[in-house]
């Protein structure tokens, strides 16, 4: 890898510092290596290129959240799927040899290693050249491309080894930290995680007094088009700790998960949406991603683009269609039919079942992709709570319901069960890509309005791709 794709302006204006920091980029080239890391301004535009490459429509802007991720996890019409949209109907089915499913799944892989590249490029070049930048940055960039890597890796985890409760010595993916053409072994699944946490951990020390979110609260930042965003839009302190707390609950150690949700609610940077402020407002501040919620969030100016294209009908001066990928026809009850749940009232369109949670633009914000929010925390919790004992789960649980429901008398649950966290799931993480990673940690069959998807490592586990793998040994 000899070059590096330029960031636009736009991109680049959310990372380190202010905007005015940005703006020396050279649009439209290629910007030699030994050039783009000569300066400290070179190391953050490699930064900013890797975030936009995760927030393209190929990973986390569509294809892992509300795109394959989400069709996999059974969100979308079954029927409409495999009637009307070729491109996605043998996805709902877990045909993993299907040609086409066999080249998404690729495209995955590919591009997830691609990022992991780009990542230890530049961790090679702060170790080569580190000293352009100025201590503080240097401890920034490193910090942030350490949780980076081990995002994309645990993610990769998810998708291509069976859960590490049930087979942690089965062998599963290469975990790269180098930057080269050198095949990486495939290491076991427990090898993962150990190797995420430990990543983690090393983030968690780099960026420890140095990232800027330690002295200011984000959501009570007003400007949230850009000022707001430059805390939450990159791989923050407590991103790491929001991390943490997913893997540790994915290897089934609730104390220790709890633990580290904890420490991102006891923070005080986050808050549950506050619907007299955010959400029974006027149209231009109408806040459908719950932004005050939000500890890592990818930016992305496309992103309407990219749900338009399959969320909503399209009408041409001859013709118009439905949507490609409209919800579950059983929307509403998974909802229970509550209208006062903002999420349904804000993120699905009623006449339709079309989500409309990426395809409306609200001016007071810039569009972007979570990728961890404080309602996960919230749930990680309640789920540990009830599984330990180690405090009132039900009460965990219905503070966050609490934020989502407007008649209060409907917000209480009276019981928590899995069922009912699992219902909760689903109602939270639609159009995020997490909900088919919490059957699978769960082992759960798969919710479908037809018929449930029996849990198995068939479904689970989506195959290595085939043939040369550029940064891993198959």
Known sequence: MNTYKSIAVLLCAFLFSACSDWLDVEPDTSVDESKLFSTEQGFKDAVAGVYADMASSSLYGQTMTFGFMDILAQQYDYETINSMYSRFYRVADYDYEYSSNKSQIASIWRNMYNAVAEINNILRWADKNGGVMTEHTRHLVKGQCYLLRAYLHFDLLRMFAPDVKLSPNEKAIPYVVTFGVTPTERETVQGVIAKVKEDIETAKAELQGEDPIFDVVPYQIADKLLEADRYIAVANYFAADALLARVLLDEGKYSEAEAAAQRVIASGKFQLVDSEKSINVSADSLDLLFNDEQIFALRNQSIFDYSEDIHLGKTTETSSSGASLPLTTDIGGIYDGINDDIRLANWVQSST????????????????????????????????????????????????????????????????????????????????????????????????????????????VLPLPEGEIEYGKN
């Open 353 to 460: 079942d079309y989500m409309v949670k990426y395809c409306r633009k609200i001016a007071k914000f810039y569009p972007k992709q979570v990728l961890i929010k404080l309602s996960e925390m919230y749930l990680i919790v309640a789920e540990a709570q009830m599984r330990t004992g180690s405090g009132d789960a039900l009460e965990t649980l219905n503070t966050l319901r609490r934020s989502r429901i407007l008649n209060a008398s409907l917000a209480d649950k009276g019981e928590i069960s899995e069922s009912v966290l699992i219902g909760e799931m689903r109602r939270e993480f639609l159009g995020e890509g997490q909900m088919f990673f919490q059957y699978k940690r769960l082992n759960t069959n798969i919710l479908n309005v037809l018929n449930e998807v029996p849990a198995s490592n068939e479904v689970f």
